[in-house]
């Protein structure tokens, strides 16, 4: 089974759980705190790395210099990312892409995604097709900015213009939504975590 690096970047620490139960059912996690990446950490012995979502706010300076580490790790990583929500937002802001807030936060609830590029973490979804994803996040990645920072869309929804990408030239993803949350009340959907087994099995894998 491959090993990852799976960066805990909430605030409070035990928000890290859920995401760390769902992806052991892919991968051998080592999780490690964002506080915790120094400057040359190193990345032997890891297949891939996973940059978890945070209470913290991309748009505040404050909270963005929180994790000039990670970012520095993101810079120099020759391993497949996927950064979800927050970090995805940090992903992107790495090569220089704009982020905003939302008008209306999305609070806990499933959107409507729009598949705009199958393949990859899209693979066994069809084109356009609307999959109910959970989201939670005051803030997004401008679409504008993703050419200039050097990626593609691979889908977006009615309340967030960048719902996924991918870097053109490096094994990077990023998701806006949390792939790890299946479960809200009474609502179950379980394409979330189709989403992290196709990370791992036509990524991870074939990159190994």
Known sequence: ????????????????????????????????????????????????????????????????????????LIETCNLPILGICFGHQLLCSTFGAKTGTLPQPVIDKFEKINVVQTG???????????IPLSEYHNDYVLRES????????????????VEAVKHITNLFYGVQFHPERIIIENETHPEGHKVIENFFVHVVKRFG
């Open 146 to 161: 993703l050419e200039s920072a050097g990626f593609k869309l691979l889908a977006d929804s009615p309340s967030c213009e």
């Open 120 to 130: 990859e973490i899209f693979s066994r979804f069809k084109g356009e097709q609307k």
């Open 1 to 72: 089974m491959t090993r990852t690096l799976l960066i805990n970047c909430y605030l409070n620490s035990t928000k890290i759980s859920n995401l760390q139960t769902v992806l052991n059912n892919y991968t051998n996690c080592k999780v490690v705190s964002f506080e915790n990446i120094q400057l040359g950490y190193q990345l032997e012995g890891f297949d891939a790395v996973v940059i978890s979502g945070s209470e913290a706010r991309i748009v505040n300076a404050s909270d963005r210099a929180k994790y000039e580490n990670v970012l520095r």
